[in-house]
């Protein structure tokens, strides 16, 4: 706590006012920087089209992908982790604040595709998983374990894409009728 205080040029008193200890600290930083993340997800408009949808979550996919995939937030995932037992409130706000909260918007976004014709039936939060699952694959799990290295832009948009691709949307053939795709 004093090398926080210090970073931040208050005392340590001033400190313990605002957070009881350093994982508050952390639980805050963790709700920040996943509200910071989920942001464009938040202020997204409903494409017109089913190219539009795919290309819109694609775009999603991979702006997520490049906010975890970072050392800052892969070594917060790990901390988060490692203290679960001790410290659970730090894995619970890296969940909520975090998976559970990209996972509600993801989904209100496929429900409202859903309500304008642009995408089959289906639970939209079944789907949300689905992608979320074709996604990151085990891509998260050997990043934690430091057993590969970071996707790069190439890969990120690839899975993305290849994520998004996956879900059923409707598209219309030639004939004017609709199918899945």
Not at 81 to 92: K, N, T
Not at 127 to 152: H, K, N, S, Y
Request: with cysteine; aromatic share 4%.
């Amino acid at each position: 706590m004093l090398e926080i205080a210090t970073g931040a040029q208050i005392s340590k008193r001033d400190l313990y006012a605002q957070y009881p200890n350093k994982h508050a600290i952390l639980a805050d930083c963790i709700r920040d920087k996943a509200a910071a993340m989920r942001r464009p997800l938040a202020e997204v408009a409903l494409p017109q089209s089913r190219a539009d949808l795919v290309a819109l979550l694609a775009a999603i996919g991979a702006s997520i992908m490049r906010g975890v995939c970072t050392l800052g937030v892969l070594t917060v995932y790990r901390l988060a982790i490692a203290e679960a037992v001790h410290v659970p409130e730090l894995a619970r706000a890296l969940d909520t604040e975090g998976r559970e909260a990209n996972h509600r918007l993801f989904c209100e976004l496929l429900a409202r595709a859903q309500e304008a014709g642009l995408m089959g039936a289906g639970d939209p939060a079944v789907l949300t998983g689905r992608f979320f699952a074709m996604l990151w694959g085990d891509l998260l799990v050997r990043l934690l374990m430091g057993v590969r290295e970071m996707p790069g832009d190439a890969e990120i948009e690839a899975r993305a894409r290849a994520a998004a691709e996956g879900l059923p949307i409707i598209a219309r053939t030639e004939a004017g009728r609709l199918t899945l795709r």
